[in-house]
């Protein structure tokens, strides 16, 4: 039997600025795996320029008017800025580390030990949709945890999250006390955040900080052009609003029989709604209103047709913001896979996957609208359903991947009443048929088109100038 080492990370004072501590290694052997077993390593298509080797050098994670922590790197040599969030999901951080509405962001994990089960293959299944990933990238800035494991056993792995993170432009740090991190965001709320790799820290680089709220990030994680996924055991078509849509959202709808066309997040989707069944608003990072062709494009469409729609998460809020409501940011966010959700309806409770920022002001709902679904936690709005109309979003992921399978039921609620419209149309048009044709699905792309990496020092230089420009707004506005 193969051994197991790990040699716990000694408690220290909790101190604003801590003195360097080297996280020890977590060790795991290497599972035996059949040969026939599909195992290949994720390309690297695309992002050589970003890549580095794995750094173990001395790195510095800083909070801006908070704490400065150092410890060890272990991915990428590249310093990065973003915002600090958290997650207490005990598992899934491949699949947290590439969702898309992790984008510009720093995650830190809760999980003392992350990385012991390394990381998986870009392997895709039967319909073409990533197996294990939820983008083709690391979304995430930079990855923040106590202990990393440098060796992983899993049957699916082909590297360890050192080696991915390096490869992928990721600077990863661990060494630090994560529980000290996480009770100063839950005190103070989500902070923006550095990681510096190297030996010497400077203090002036703390003026550096870029806020990605300031970006509209939905832009860089959208699909540049429609594409589509066929499914074999349906005849049903939705359209799929991209605003850094999961690949486990696609998989939920195309198992279930539809077939899905994405499209840009700014697509005037109320000009091509008449040749689908359904529309279908995805997950995505930052701030809602940063959206506002989306928005207006919805507000047409629910003006103008009686078709079935659902959001999730940035979808939610899109929905709500395009009825009239507002959305606000929360203190922290919700950001994990055991929340519990409580059915207005039905009076139920579902464990749910989280990952959001921002939430509905269910007071500033018009009349024909109503809760669906809050947060048992913090009693935030998590779901907002019409009163007459096929139409509902939730805050949470009914797909969960990572999470618990609760409410996977809602597709099955979204998909009978696209079904039921389908058949309401067909008694206008018996002729009507929404399907994609042959050539159609083969001339649109089979995964999204254009879509950049994570944020890097590529684009620093950009966001930095639009952090400015908006500091100066906000100056100029409390001058007059």
Not at 201 to 229: C, G, M, R, W
Not at 255 to 282: L, N, Q
Request: aromatic letters at 8%.
């Amino acid at each position: 039997m193969l051994v197991q080492t790990m040699k716990a990370m000694p408690l220290r004072p909790l101190k604003v600025l801590q003195k360097p501590v080297i996280g020890a290694m977590s060790y795991r052997g290497l599972a035996t795996v059949e040969h026939n077993t599909p195992r290949q390593m994720p390309s690297s298509k695309g992002k050589a320029a970003r890549s580095t080797p794995v750094s173990y050098d001395r790195a510095t994670f800083t909070i801006r008017d908070g704490p400065v922590y150092h410890g060890r790197s272990f991915g990428a040599k590249t310093n990065i800025s973003g915002e600090a969030v958290f997650t207490t999901s005990l598992v899934g951080y491949p699949e947290s580390l590439t969702d898309p509405s992790y984008r510009g962001q720093i995650l830190v994990f809760t999980q003392p030990l992350i990385g012991n089960y390394g990381v998986p293959s870009n392997a895709r299944d039967e319909n073409g949709l990533l197996r294990y990933f939820e983008s083709p990238n690391i979304q995430a800035s930079g990855v923040v945890v106590a202990d990393v494991a440098e060796r992983y056993s899993h049957w699916t792995a082909v590297e360890s999250l050192s080696d991915w993170c390096a490869r992928e432009g990721v600077p990863a740090i661990s060494g630090v006390d994560t529980r000290d991190i996480v009770t100063f965001l839950r005190e103070q709320g989500s902070s923006l955040a550095r990681i510096t790799i190297g030996e010497e820290y400077d203090a002036d680089q703390d003026e550096a900080f870029v806020d990605p709220e300031q970006i509209n990030l939905v832009k860089q994680v959208s699909t540049k052009a429609p594409f589509h996924v066929a499914s074999s055991n349906g005849d049903l078509h939705v359209a799929v609003i991209d605003c850094g849509v999961k690949e486990n959202i696609l998989r939920s709808l195309v198992g279930r029989g539809a077939s899905v066309t994405s499209f840009p997040y700014d697509y005037p989707i109320h000009k091509v709604a008449h040749h689908f069944d359904g529309i279908f608003i995805s997950n995505g990072p930052g701030d809602p209103t940063h959206c506002q062709d989306t928005i207006y494009h919805l507000r047409k469409l629910m003006n103008s047709s009686q078709i079935p729609i659902m959001g999730i998460c940035l979808g939610h809020q899109l929905l709500a913001l395009a009825a009239g409501a507002k959305t606000i940011k929360l203190k922290y966010g919700n950001r994990a896979h055991n929340i519990p959700a409580l059915d207005l309806t039905t009076g139920r409770c579902h464990i749910t996957s989280q990952n959001h920022g921002y939430a509905v002001d269910t007071s500033t709902l018009p009349e024909d609208w109503k809760e669906f679904f809050i947060n048992l936690n913090d009693s935030s709005n998590e779901g907002i359903i019409h009163k007459s109309r096929p139409i509902f979003g939730t805050q949470f992921h009914p797909e969960a991947r990572g999470g618990p399978l609760d409410s996977s039921y809602l597709f099955e609620t979204y998909l009978d009443s696209v079904s039921k419209y389908k058949q309401n149309q067909a008694v206008f048009q018996p002729k009507r048929d929404n399907r994609a044709t042959p050539m159609m699905a083969d001339i649109l792309g089979k995964e999204r088109v254009g879509v950049t990496p994570t944020i890097g020092m590529a684009n620093m230089a950009a966001m930095a100038t639009a952090s400015a420009a908006a500091e100066q707004g906000r100056m100029a506005t409390a001058a007059a």
